[in-house]
């Protein structure tokens, strides 16, 4: 993806960049006039021996041009960024979703609106870190806070940046164009981490939000379910620990493989894919059925299904 003036992929980012062409192509137009004018009287009037410069005082019609000329252009930079900045800052008109937005040091917080879609079991509403998952060609709008310092917004590709500030709320919206990934950054100095705070805005196809938002909300419930914690004391207690590393975790068996993003990974021991439920069940109940020779021993009879039933659960949240 290209710098934003070049490659604006939302109505708020093209909106501005219009506005930085016009203002920069006025720019260049008065620096040609300026320096052009300055060097071609540098040259022609220059010292040279024997000649007397011509004593002149005033120009009536010079002095109106240099008035009104930058009159009319800072007038029609202010009717032009106006008009604009009704559109900007219309955030309430149209809007598809709110997202609440919480910046703090060194991390972004997302919160989903009320609306069934991102509830989960438990009633409370989907939430994310650092990435913002949005549907693409939707007015979305953002209420900024922040825990600690004042921090600053900014998806370049997307549209302008607002602060996040302690006990007050902002607002702004974004839309995306097309789907893809956005990278965003902090862009308000807050401390140590302000560098790293990164921002990542993914915009989904219409018709594929729904099914993300059903698979976030079921991974979020997973991660906070009864199973997931007996899941893990489960893993941590059982043999699992002996042979395999979870960082994080107390698992620091060095014989298999490492298990730390195992629900990220496109197979199971290069044998099984994909890595869901159904497959990580019948790995652990019989590993060697599907590997011979497999160090994995088979662990039907061994383990009570309950049981593997919970460590699957728990395997599932490390992403
Ligand atoms: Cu947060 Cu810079």
Same mark, same amino acid.
């Given at each position: 993806?290209?710098p934003?003036p ?5 109505p ?6 219009? =506005?930085?062409?016009i203002?920069?192509?006025?720019? @260049? ?5 300026? @320096? ?8 022609k009037?220059?010292d040279?021996? &024997? ?8 120009? /009536?019609?010079?002095e109106v041009?240099w008035t009104v000329?930058?009159?009319?252009m ?7 960024s106006?008009?604009?900045l ?9 809007v598809?979703m $709110? ?8 991390a972004? &917080? ?11 079991p438990?009633g409370?509403?989907?939430?994310s ?15 900024? $806070? ?5 921090h600053s ?8 940046k #607002?602060?996040?500030v302690? &006990?007050?709320t ?6 995306a ?5 956005y990278?965003g ?10 560098a ?5 805005? @993914?915009?989904?196809?219409q ?6 938002? *059903? ?6 419930a ?15 207690? &059982?043999p699992c620990?002996?042979c395999?590393?979870? #960082?994080? $975790?107390t698992a620091?068996g060095k ?15 290069? =044998?099984l894919?994909?890595? /869901?439920?159904? /497959?990580?069940? *019948?790995w652990i109940?019989?590993a060697?059925?599907?590997k ?8 039907d ?14 395997l599932?949240?490390?992403?």
């Open positions: 993806m290209g934003w070049l490659d604006p992929r939302g708020l980012a093209e909106s501005i960049s219009v =506005v930085y062409w203002l920069f192509a006025c720019a @260049v137009v008065v620096l040609a006039i300026v @320096v052009g004018a300055l060097t071609y009287s540098g040259i009037f220059r040279r021996p &024997g000649r007397v410069a011509q004593q002149i005082h005033g120009s /009536n019609s010079l041009v000329v930058p009159t009319l800072v007038i029609s930079f202010t009717v032009l106006w008009n604009r009704n559109f900007i800052n219309d955030v309430n008109s149209n598809a $709110t997202v609440k937005v919480e910046g703090r040091q060194w972004w &917080g997302f919160t989903y609106p009320d609306q069934a879609m991102f509830k989960l438990d409370t509403l989907l939430q870190g650092e990435q913002l998952d949005i549907p693409v060609g939707e007015k979305i709008k953002l209420e900024l $806070t922040a825990k600690d310092v004042i917004f900014w998806v370049p590709n997307l549209g302008g #607002k602060d996040a302690p &006990g007050h902002t607002t702004m919206w974004i839309q164009d097309q789907p893809g990934t990278k950054q902090c862009f308000e100095f807050c401390g140590d981490g302000h790293d705070m990164l921002i990542t805005v @993914v915009a989904h196809p018709a594929e939000y729904a099914a993300w938002a *059903k698979t976030a909300v079921e991974d979020a997973r991660a906070t379910s009864p199973e997931t914690k007996a899941g893990h004391d489960a893993f941590l207690a &059982g620990a002996g395999h590393t979870v #960082k994080g $975790t620091a014989v298999g493989p490492e298990l730390t993003h195992i629900a990220s990974k496109p197979n199971i021991a290069g =044998v894919s994909p890595v /869901n439920q159904e /497959n990580l069940t *019948k109940h019989n060697p059925s599907f011979p020779g497999t160090l994995m021993p088979k662990f009879g061994v383990l009570p299904d309950q049981q593997i039933d919970q460590i699957v659960q728990w599932l949240t490390l992403k």
